[in-house]
C-alpha cells in the first residue's frame, strides 16, 4: 500500500465537500463531516499561465460538487493543480487528532538536531535561525542524490513533497538512524505517515475557517494565513517522544 492508499483508507466514509478555493500560493478546501466544517490546506502547484488556451481544470467552478472521495483521490493526478485539491480534500477529510503538541517545527528540528547534522528538504525562512541551533545544518533541492541524506541525522522534509508525489522516494533514502520529520501545512495531520518511516509530523490546523479562506483568495503567504487563523501543530511517533 502505498502512502496515498493508505491515507485515502483513512477517510471517513461520508462528507461533503463545500468549497474548493485555488489561491496563487494556497489551495483551500472545506468538508463537512459530521456536521463539522473543516477546512485543509496544500500548497499551490501550477502548469501554465496561459489564459487564453485550452481549459487546463475541466471541473473549473464545479469542483465542490464532487464526492469528497473523488475530490480527495486527485491527490494522485499528474496534473500539479489538482494534486493540490486533492491533497487538501484530504486534509480536511482526515480526522483530527485527539493529542497533538502545540509546537512548530523550527523548534522541533532545534530540538532533534542539536549537536547532529540535519538535512532540509525545501527552504524555510527560519533556516537563518535555526543554523547556530543544530551541529551541523545541509538545505537541499528537493530531488537530493542517494548520497547525500544518509548522513543526516535528522531529516526535515517539506510537505510539498506529499503534493508532488516525491515524498515517498525521499523517505526511501533515509538512513536506518535518522529521525524524520515533515513539516507545513500541505502535510497530512495524521498518524498514518508513521507507517511510512516519518518519526514527526509538523503540520496546521485551520481554526477560523472563513478568514483564512479570504486570505488563500487574495494570495496569503502562509504567514498570513497563520495570522488568520491556523494553529501549528506538531504529532509524534511514540518512540520520537523527547
Known amino acids: 500500500m502505498t502512502l496515498l492508499d493508505d491515507l485515502l483508507a483513512a477517510l471517513p466514509s461520508s462528507a461533503n465537500i463545500l468549497h474548493v478555493s485555488i489561491g496563487v500560493h ?16 496544500a500548497s499551490t502547484l501550477t502548469t501554465s499561465t496561459e489564459h487564453f488556451g485550452e481549459a487546463t481544470i475541466a471541473q473549473a467552478g464545479q469542483l465542490h460538487t464532487l464526492p469528497a472521495r473523488e475530490l480527495a483521490q486527485m491527490a494522485g493526478s499528474d496534473h500539479p493543480t489538482l494534486a493540490s485539491v486533492g491533497a487538501a480534500a484530504i486534509n480536511a477529510l482526515l480526522p483530527v487528532p485527539e493529542t497533538w503538541e ?104 485551520v481554526r477560523e475557517i472563513d478568514p483564512v479562506l479570504r486570505a488563500v483568495e487574495q494570495g496569503a503567504t502562509f504567514r498570513q494565513l497563520h495570522k488568520a487563523g491556523v494553529e501549528l501543530v506538531t504529532l509524534r511517533r511514540a518512540e520520537a517522544q523527547p
Do not use: Y
Not at 494556497?26 to 490546506?41: I, N, P
Not at 537530493?144 to 541524506?149: I, Q, R
Not at 513533497?161 to 536506518?176: C, I, K, Q, W
Open 26 to 41: 494556497w489551495t483551500a478546501v472545506v468538508a463537512r463531516v459530521d456536521g463539522q466544517d473543516h477546512c485543509g490546506l
Open 102 to 205: 502545540n509546537l512548530n517545527a523550527e523548534e522541533v528540528i532545534a530540538e532533534r538536531g542539536a549537536g547532529k547534522t540535519v538535512a532540509m528538504i525545501g527552504g524555510f525562512p527560519f533556516v537563518p535561525r535555526l543554523r547556530p541551533r543544530v551541529g551541523e545544518l545541509l538545505v537541499l533541492e528537493q530531488h537530493p542524490g542517494p548520497d547525500e541524506l544518509p548522513r543526516a541525522d535528522v531529516i526535515a522534509i517539506t510537505g510539498m513533497t506529499f503534493v508532488n508525489h516525491s515524498l515517498e522516494g525521499l523517505l526511501a533514502l533515509r538512513a536506518p538512524h535518522a529521525t524524520v520529520l515533515v513539516m507545513g501545512a500541505s502535510t497530512p495531520c495524521s498518524p498514518v505517515l508513521f507507517d511510512h518511516g516519518v518519526d514527526i509530523v509538523s503540520s496546521s490546523i
